[in-house]
Nanobody, 128 residues
Framework: QVQLVESGGGLVQAGGSLRLSCAGSGRTSGRTFSRLFAAWFRQVVGKEREFVAAIGWSGGPTNYADSVKGRFTIDRDNVQHTMYLQMNSLNPEDTAVYYC?????????????????WGQGTQVTVSS
């Protein structure tokens, strides 16, 4: 089973930037993380998990939630089996636990229920 570990979260002032990383290891259905479609989601306590961005296994296509378009960038380094989320122009509404996720089917999905592999999450807090 692929295992995912997020890092890079923390406390940042509004307008600042953070870069999250998601490192994958192991295999699922015979594939390493570098051959899985992957995504970032976020969740605030008491709310449903929200789609942020997704990326195909080869680095494309990409898909973003409207709330982060133009501010966040998803990419991946398949040699390092790592996915990233560059977050710029952060605002307090971006405060959440950020999760990376992966799925075997070769299509992007924005629904959390379509992802079978999850990391443990990393907290991002944006102060005003």
């Amino acid at each position: 089973q692929v295992q995912l570990v997020e890092s890079g979260g923390g406390l940042v002032q509004a307008g600042g930037s953070l870069r999250l990383s998601c490192a994958g290891s192991g295999r699922t259905s015979g594939r390493t993380f570098s051959r899985l479609f992957a995504a970032w989601f976020r969740q605030v306590v008491g709310k449903e998990r929200e789609f942020v961005a997704a990326i195909g296994w080869s680095g494309g296509p990409t898909n973003y939630a409207d709330s982060v378009k133009g501010r966040f960038t998803i990419d991946r380094d398949n040699v390092q089996h790592t996915m990233y989320l560059q977050m710029n122009s952060l605002n307090p509404e971006d405060t959440a636990v950020y999760y990376c996720a992966a799925r075997v089917p070769l299509t992007i999905s924005t629904m959390s229920s379509d992802y079978g592999v999850w990391g443990q999450g990393t907290q991002v807090t944006v102060s005003s």
